[in-house]
Protein backbone atom coordinates (compact mmCIF):
# COMPACT_ATOMS: atom_id res chain seq x y z
CA UNK A 1 0.00 0.00 0.00
CA UNK A 2 1.09 3.42 -0.65
CA UNK A 3 1.38 6.23 1.68
CA UNK A 4 -1.50 7.94 0.71
CA UNK A 5 -3.72 4.66 0.55
CA UNK A 6 -2.49 4.07 4.19
CA UNK A 7 -3.29 7.77 5.64
CA UNK A 8 -6.99 7.36 3.80
CA UNK A 9 -7.33 3.97 5.59
CA UNK A 10 -6.76 5.78 8.54
CA UNK A 11 -8.44 8.80 8.03
CA UNK A 12 -11.70 6.12 7.24
CA UNK A 13 -11.57 3.82 9.54
CA UNK A 14 -8.83 5.05 11.94
CA UNK A 15 -6.85 2.32 11.31
CA UNK A 16 -3.87 1.47 13.93
CA UNK A 17 -2.29 -0.33 11.84
CA UNK A 18 -1.91 1.55 9.07
CA UNK A 19 -0.79 4.17 11.81
CA UNK A 20 1.81 2.30 12.72
CA UNK A 21 3.41 1.16 9.41
CA UNK A 22 3.87 5.50 8.06
CA UNK A 23 5.92 5.59 11.56
CA UNK A 24 7.82 2.84 10.40
CA UNK A 25 7.78 3.87 7.14
CA UNK A 26 8.83 7.84 7.90
CA UNK A 27 10.38 7.78 11.42
CA UNK A 28 14.14 7.16 10.21
CA UNK A 29 13.96 9.96 7.15
CA UNK A 30 12.09 12.61 9.66
CA UNK A 31 15.00 11.62 12.59
CA UNK A 32 17.75 12.15 9.72
CA UNK A 33 16.09 15.56 8.60
CA UNK A 34 15.72 16.72 12.07
CA UNK A 35 18.92 15.62 13.49
CA UNK A 36 20.64 17.47 10.68
CA UNK A 37 18.58 20.70 11.14
CA UNK A 38 18.79 20.80 14.90
CA UNK A 39 22.37 19.33 15.72
CA UNK A 40 20.44 17.73 18.98
CA UNK A 41 20.07 14.38 19.23
CA UNK A 42 16.67 14.14 21.88
CA UNK A 43 15.43 17.43 20.89
CA UNK A 44 15.15 15.68 17.33
CA UNK A 45 13.20 12.55 18.71
CA UNK A 46 11.05 14.64 20.56
CA UNK A 47 9.89 17.18 17.43
CA UNK A 48 9.69 13.84 15.13
CA UNK A 49 6.93 12.25 18.05
CA UNK A 50 5.47 15.46 18.05
CA UNK A 51 4.91 15.12 14.15
CA UNK A 52 3.70 11.62 14.48
CA UNK A 53 1.09 12.89 17.44
CA UNK A 54 0.17 15.81 14.82
CA UNK A 55 -0.72 13.52 11.96
CA UNK A 56 -2.89 10.97 14.75
CA UNK A 57 -5.02 14.14 16.00
CA UNK A 58 -5.51 16.11 13.11
CA UNK A 59 -5.48 12.95 10.17
CA UNK A 60 -8.74 14.68 9.11
CA UNK A 61 -6.81 18.18 7.72
CA UNK A 62 -4.70 15.73 5.19
CA UNK A 63 -5.92 16.03 1.46
CA UNK A 64 -5.22 13.78 -1.20
CA UNK A 65 -4.35 16.66 -3.14
CA UNK A 66 -0.64 16.72 -1.52
CA UNK A 67 1.79 13.52 -1.31
CA UNK A 68 2.06 12.55 2.52
CA UNK A 69 5.27 12.57 2.59
CA UNK A 70 5.22 16.27 1.57
CA UNK A 71 2.64 17.06 4.29
CA UNK A 72 4.42 15.17 6.74
CA UNK A 73 7.57 16.85 6.13
CA UNK A 74 5.98 20.37 6.05
CA UNK A 75 5.08 19.37 9.58
CA UNK A 76 8.11 18.19 10.83
CA UNK A 77 10.00 21.04 9.50
CA UNK A 78 7.56 23.59 10.94
CA UNK A 79 8.18 21.97 14.47
CA UNK A 80 11.98 21.52 13.69
CA UNK A 81 12.07 25.59 13.07
CA UNK A 82 9.83 26.14 16.41
CA UNK A 83 12.18 24.07 18.51
CA UNK A 84 15.15 25.93 16.66
CA UNK A 85 14.14 29.39 17.19
CA UNK A 86 13.22 28.26 21.48
CA UNK A 87 16.25 26.91 21.94
CA UNK A 88 18.24 30.03 20.13
CA UNK A 89 15.94 32.96 22.50
CA UNK A 90 17.11 30.41 25.18
CA UNK A 91 20.69 30.01 25.11
CA UNK A 92 21.81 33.68 24.79
CA UNK A 93 24.45 33.20 27.37
CA UNK A 94 25.52 29.65 26.04
CA UNK A 95 28.51 28.26 25.46
CA UNK A 96 27.66 27.43 22.15
CA UNK A 97 27.54 30.61 20.50
CA UNK A 98 30.65 30.21 18.71
CA UNK A 99 29.18 30.55 15.03
CA UNK A 100 30.58 32.82 12.24
CA UNK A 101 27.63 34.86 11.33
CA UNK A 102 25.75 35.31 14.66
CA UNK A 103 24.51 31.98 14.15
CA UNK A 104 23.88 29.95 17.65
CA UNK A 105 24.06 26.39 17.55
CA UNK A 106 24.13 23.81 20.25
CA UNK A 107 26.91 21.33 20.55
CA UNK A 108 25.51 18.12 19.01
CA UNK A 109 25.64 15.57 21.96
CA UNK A 110 29.12 13.79 22.32
CA UNK A 111 27.43 10.94 24.52
CA UNK A 112 25.35 9.83 21.92
CA UNK A 113 26.45 10.13 18.51
CA UNK A 114 24.98 7.57 15.62
CA UNK A 115 27.03 8.59 13.00
CA UNK A 116 30.28 8.53 14.89
CA UNK A 117 30.12 4.75 15.36
CA UNK A 118 29.79 3.98 11.50
CA UNK A 119 31.48 7.56 9.38
CA UNK A 120 35.00 9.18 9.76
CA UNK A 121 34.19 11.08 12.75
CA UNK A 122 36.34 14.01 12.21
CA UNK A 123 34.79 14.69 8.79
CA UNK A 124 31.17 14.09 9.45
CA UNK A 125 31.19 16.51 12.85
CA UNK A 126 32.80 19.09 10.84
CA UNK A 127 30.35 18.68 8.21
CA UNK A 128 27.27 18.87 10.90
CA UNK A 129 29.23 22.04 12.61
CA UNK A 130 29.41 23.90 9.09
CA UNK A 131 25.31 22.74 9.03
CA UNK A 132 24.48 24.46 12.01
CA UNK A 133 26.51 27.97 11.03
CA UNK A 134 24.31 27.95 7.52
CA UNK A 135 21.48 30.05 7.89
CA UNK A 136 18.14 28.37 8.94
CA UNK A 137 16.56 28.77 5.24
CA UNK A 138 19.42 27.22 3.73
CA UNK A 139 20.48 24.73 6.26
CA UNK A 140 16.63 23.17 5.57
CA UNK A 141 17.24 23.28 2.12
CA UNK A 142 20.57 21.73 1.41
CA UNK A 143 19.68 19.16 3.80
CA UNK A 144 15.93 18.18 1.77
CA UNK A 145 18.68 18.26 -1.18
CA UNK A 146 21.40 16.69 -0.50
CA UNK A 147 21.32 14.86 2.96
CA UNK A 148 17.37 13.60 2.15
CA UNK A 149 17.48 13.25 -1.71
CA UNK A 150 14.27 14.90 -2.27
CA UNK A 151 13.88 16.62 -5.40
CA UNK A 152 13.23 20.50 -6.12
CA UNK A 153 9.73 19.96 -7.16
CA UNK A 154 9.33 18.34 -3.11
CA UNK A 155 11.28 20.86 -1.51
CA UNK A 156 9.28 23.78 -3.06
CA UNK A 157 5.56 21.86 -1.55
CA UNK A 158 7.01 21.52 1.53
CA UNK A 159 8.77 24.67 1.76
CA UNK A 160 6.01 26.72 0.06
CA UNK A 161 8.24 28.69 -2.13
CA UNK A 162 9.17 28.55 -6.06
CA UNK A 163 11.43 26.08 -7.51
CA UNK A 164 13.67 28.85 -8.63
CA UNK A 165 14.14 30.20 -4.50
CA UNK A 166 14.57 26.31 -3.96
CA UNK A 167 17.12 26.12 -6.27
CA UNK A 168 19.24 29.67 -5.22
CA UNK A 169 18.80 28.74 -1.42
CA UNK A 170 20.25 25.24 -2.38
CA UNK A 171 23.12 27.00 -4.22
CA UNK A 172 23.96 29.58 -1.61
CA UNK A 173 23.91 27.02 0.97
CA UNK A 174 26.48 24.99 -0.31
CA UNK A 175 29.01 27.80 -1.44
CA UNK A 176 28.24 28.60 2.44
CA UNK A 177 29.02 24.90 3.08
CA UNK A 178 32.53 24.76 1.22
CA UNK A 179 33.53 28.38 2.66
CA UNK A 180 32.89 27.10 6.45
CA UNK A 181 34.90 23.35 5.46
CA UNK A 182 37.73 24.96 3.23
CA UNK A 183 40.04 23.38 5.14
CA UNK A 184 38.29 19.71 4.05
CA UNK A 185 38.00 20.30 0.85
CA UNK A 186 41.11 22.46 0.01
CA UNK A 187 40.87 21.49 -3.90
CA UNK B 1 24.23 25.80 -12.61
CA UNK B 2 27.16 27.82 -13.05
CA UNK B 3 27.61 28.01 -9.13
CA UNK B 4 26.78 24.31 -8.45
CA UNK B 5 30.02 23.64 -11.34
CA UNK B 6 32.27 25.43 -8.42
CA UNK B 7 30.92 23.47 -5.37
CA UNK B 8 33.24 20.50 -4.82
CA UNK B 9 31.88 17.13 -5.91
CA UNK B 10 33.18 15.28 -3.06
CA UNK B 11 31.24 18.32 -0.61
CA UNK B 12 27.97 17.04 -2.33
CA UNK B 13 29.53 13.09 -1.95
CA UNK B 14 29.85 13.36 1.45
CA UNK B 15 26.43 15.24 2.47
CA UNK B 16 25.23 12.58 0.09
CA UNK B 17 26.61 9.49 2.55
CA UNK B 18 26.70 10.98 5.71
CA UNK B 19 25.54 8.43 7.98
CA UNK B 20 21.92 7.74 8.33
CA UNK B 21 20.61 8.71 12.13
CA UNK B 22 18.36 6.27 12.97
CA UNK B 23 14.77 6.17 15.71
CA UNK B 24 15.68 4.85 19.01
CA UNK B 25 14.49 1.60 20.10
CA UNK B 26 11.45 2.72 22.26
CA UNK B 27 10.45 5.48 20.21
CA UNK B 28 7.05 3.99 19.21
CA UNK B 29 6.37 3.42 22.94
CA UNK B 30 7.33 6.96 24.02
CA UNK B 31 5.19 7.91 20.80
CA UNK B 32 2.01 6.23 21.59
CA UNK B 33 2.36 7.78 25.58
CA UNK B 34 2.76 11.21 24.19
CA UNK B 35 -0.57 10.26 22.11
CA UNK B 36 -2.81 8.70 25.31
CA UNK B 37 -1.95 11.94 26.81
CA UNK B 38 -4.40 14.46 27.36
CA UNK B 39 -3.73 17.18 24.75
CA UNK B 40 -2.58 20.61 26.88
CA UNK B 41 -4.00 23.37 25.84
CA UNK B 42 -2.11 26.48 25.14
CA UNK B 43 -2.91 29.89 27.20
CA UNK B 44 -3.48 32.75 25.13
CA UNK B 45 -1.58 36.08 25.52
CA UNK B 46 -4.44 37.54 27.09
CA UNK B 47 -5.62 34.16 29.45
CA UNK B 48 -2.61 34.53 30.78
CA UNK B 49 -2.78 38.03 31.87
CA UNK B 50 -6.67 37.90 33.24
CA UNK B 51 -5.51 34.36 34.79
CA UNK B 52 -7.39 34.28 38.35
CA UNK B 53 -3.89 33.79 40.26
CA UNK B 54 -2.81 37.27 38.85
CA UNK B 55 -6.14 39.10 38.62
CA UNK B 56 -6.95 38.44 42.02
CA UNK B 57 -3.81 40.06 43.69
CA UNK B 58 -3.83 43.07 41.43
CA UNK B 59 -7.43 44.20 41.73
CA UNK B 60 -6.85 43.83 45.56
CA UNK B 61 -3.70 46.03 45.14
CA UNK B 62 -5.48 48.45 43.41
CA UNK B 63 -8.64 49.20 45.68
CA UNK B 64 -6.14 49.12 48.28
CA UNK B 65 -4.04 52.64 46.15
CA UNK B 66 -7.51 54.05 45.53
CA UNK B 67 -8.69 53.64 49.66
CA UNK B 68 -5.46 54.95 50.52
CA UNK B 69 -5.94 58.01 48.17
CA UNK B 70 -9.48 58.57 48.92
CA UNK B 71 -9.82 57.66 52.84
CA UNK B 72 -6.51 59.74 54.08
CA UNK B 73 -6.47 61.35 57.39
CA UNK B 74 -4.63 64.62 56.27
CA UNK B 75 -7.36 65.03 53.48
CA UNK B 76 -7.95 68.51 54.32
CA UNK B 77 -4.19 69.75 53.54
CA UNK B 78 -4.45 67.85 50.29
CA UNK B 79 -4.46 71.00 47.33
CA UNK B 80 -6.57 69.03 44.57
CA UNK B 81 -4.72 70.01 41.20
CA UNK B 82 -8.21 69.67 39.40
CA UNK B 83 -9.68 72.17 41.87
CA UNK B 84 -7.31 75.15 41.54
CA UNK B 85 -7.95 77.73 38.87
CA UNK B 86 -6.11 77.76 35.88
CA UNK B 87 -4.22 81.56 35.31
CA UNK B 88 -6.78 83.84 33.57
CA UNK B 89 -4.99 84.63 29.92
CA UNK B 90 -5.69 88.13 30.44
CA UNK B 91 -3.45 88.47 33.50
CA UNK B 92 -0.89 86.92 31.76
CA UNK B 93 -1.33 89.78 28.68
CA UNK B 94 -0.90 92.53 31.77
CA UNK B 95 1.94 90.97 32.87
CA UNK B 96 3.88 90.66 30.19
CA UNK B 97 2.82 94.60 29.28
CA UNK B 98 4.09 95.50 32.64
CA UNK B 99 7.65 93.58 31.98
CA UNK B 100 7.57 96.16 28.47
CA UNK B 101 6.25 99.30 30.33
CA UNK B 102 3.72 99.56 28.35
CA UNK B 103 1.28 100.31 30.71
CA UNK B 104 3.35 102.89 32.36
CA UNK B 105 3.34 104.42 28.92
CA UNK B 106 -0.20 104.63 28.87
CA UNK B 107 -0.95 105.88 32.50
CA UNK B 108 1.92 108.72 31.66
CA UNK B 109 0.07 110.03 28.28
CA UNK B 110 -3.70 109.56 30.20
CA UNK B 111 -2.23 111.76 33.12
CA UNK B 112 -0.75 114.44 30.33
CA UNK B 113 -4.46 114.54 28.74
CA UNK B 114 -6.25 114.78 31.89
CA UNK B 115 -3.73 118.23 32.71
CA UNK B 116 -4.78 119.81 28.98
CA UNK B 117 -8.10 118.97 29.56
CA UNK B 118 -7.91 120.94 33.04
CA UNK B 119 -6.26 123.95 31.25
CA UNK B 120 -8.80 123.87 28.41
CA UNK B 121 -11.13 124.14 31.39
CA UNK B 122 -9.74 127.00 32.80
CA UNK B 123 -9.16 128.85 29.18
CA UNK B 124 -12.89 128.23 29.01
CA UNK B 125 -14.27 129.35 32.08
CA UNK B 126 -12.20 132.60 32.35
CA UNK B 127 -13.42 132.81 28.64
CA UNK B 128 -16.60 133.08 29.96
CA UNK B 129 -16.15 135.30 32.44
CA UNK B 130 -15.29 138.16 30.30
CA UNK B 131 -18.49 136.88 28.25
CA UNK B 132 -20.24 137.75 31.43
CA UNK B 133 -19.82 141.33 31.60
CA UNK B 134 -22.45 143.75 30.15
CA UNK B 135 -20.54 145.19 27.91
CA UNK B 136 -20.25 142.49 25.42
CA UNK B 137 -22.97 141.95 23.01
CA UNK B 138 -25.85 139.47 24.09
CA UNK B 139 -26.19 137.54 21.12
CA UNK B 140 -22.43 136.81 21.12
CA UNK B 141 -22.53 135.94 24.72
CA UNK B 142 -25.51 133.20 23.84
CA UNK B 143 -23.18 131.89 21.12
CA UNK B 144 -20.05 131.54 23.28
CA UNK B 145 -22.26 130.04 26.10
CA UNK B 146 -23.59 127.69 23.60
CA UNK B 147 -20.88 126.10 21.79
CA UNK B 148 -18.05 126.51 23.83
CA UNK B 149 -16.00 123.15 23.71
CA UNK B 150 -16.29 124.06 19.83
CA UNK B 151 -12.51 125.79 18.62
CA UNK B 152 -14.62 127.15 15.00
CA UNK B 153 -17.07 129.14 16.93
CA UNK B 154 -14.29 130.55 18.97
CA UNK B 155 -12.55 132.00 16.25
CA UNK B 156 -15.98 132.88 14.46
CA UNK B 157 -16.27 135.25 17.00
CA UNK B 158 -12.70 136.70 17.63
CA UNK B 159 -13.43 139.58 15.79
CA UNK B 160 -15.74 140.87 18.46
CA UNK B 161 -13.38 139.63 21.78
CA UNK B 162 -10.87 141.89 22.78
CA UNK B 163 -7.60 141.45 22.58
CA UNK B 164 -6.93 140.07 25.71
CA UNK B 165 -9.35 137.10 25.24
CA UNK B 166 -7.87 136.83 21.84
CA UNK B 167 -3.92 136.19 23.15
CA UNK B 168 -5.44 133.52 25.53
CA UNK B 169 -6.76 131.18 22.67
CA UNK B 170 -4.40 128.43 21.68
CA UNK B 171 -3.64 128.78 17.90
CA UNK B 172 -2.46 124.86 17.72
CA UNK B 173 -5.61 123.97 19.32
CA UNK B 174 -7.71 125.83 16.02
CA UNK B 175 -8.00 124.12 12.74
CA UNK B 176 -7.58 127.17 9.99
CA UNK B 177 -8.40 124.76 7.16
CA UNK B 178 -12.25 124.23 8.18
CA UNK B 179 -12.44 128.12 9.37
CA UNK B 180 -15.52 130.29 7.69
CA UNK B 181 -13.77 133.65 7.20
CA UNK B 182 -16.27 136.58 6.51
CA UNK B 183 -16.17 138.53 2.73
CA UNK B 184 -14.12 141.17 4.71
CA UNK B 185 -11.45 138.82 6.31
CA UNK B 186 -11.38 137.03 2.69
CA UNK B 187 -10.08 140.58 1.04
CA UNK B 188 -8.06 140.93 3.93
CA UNK B 189 -6.35 137.70 3.24
CA UNK B 190 -5.94 138.36 -0.57
CA UNK B 191 -4.47 141.83 -0.04
CA UNK B 192 -1.68 140.01 2.03
CA UNK B 193 -1.07 137.41 -0.35
CA UNK B 194 -0.84 140.29 -3.46
CA UNK B 195 1.42 142.00 -0.91
CA UNK B 196 3.44 139.08 -0.49
CA UNK B 197 3.44 137.87 -4.19
CA UNK B 198 4.62 141.27 -4.63
CA UNK B 199 7.42 141.91 -2.48
CA UNK B 200 8.67 137.92 -3.63
CA UNK B 201 8.62 138.71 -7.10
CA UNK B 202 11.61 141.39 -7.34
CA UNK B 203 13.77 139.37 -4.84
CA UNK B 204 13.65 136.17 -7.18
CA UNK B 205 14.46 138.24 -10.18
Same mark, same amino acid.
Given at each position: ?10 Q /?? $???K ?5 ? +???? &??L @? ?14 D??Q ?17 K ?7 I?G ?6 Y??? /?R $?SI?S????G +???? &??? @??D????P ?6 KFK ?6 A????K ?5 A ?7 G ?6 A???K ?5 V ?10 L ?7 Y?? | M ?8 K ?17 E ?5 K ?8 E??W ?14 A???III????R???S ?11 V ?5 T???D ?8 E ?7 Q??K ?17 IDSSI?D?L????T?P ?10 ND??Q???D ?15 KQ?I ?11 T????
Amino acid at each position: MTDEELILEFQ /KS $NDQKAFEILV +ERFK &NPL @INFVYRFLGDYEACVDVVQDTFVKVYRYKDSYTSVAKFSTWIYTIAGNLARSEYRRR /KR $NSIFSINDYG +EEGE &NYD @IPDNKFRPDVETYNKFKAQKIQEALMKLKEVYREAVILRDIQGLSYEEIAEILKIEEGTVKSRINRGRAQLQKFLKNIYKD | MIMEENINNKLLDDLRNLPKVSAPDNFEEELWKKIYKPEEKKESFWQKIFSTNKIIPAATAAAIIIIFFLVRPNSSDYEDPFMIEPPVREDIITVSNDDAGVSGMIEQKQKIEQQEWKTDESKRSSLKKELAKPEIDSSIKDNLTESATTPETLSQSSGTINDEVQFDIDKEELNFLKRNLTDQEKQEILELKRKIKASDTPKAE
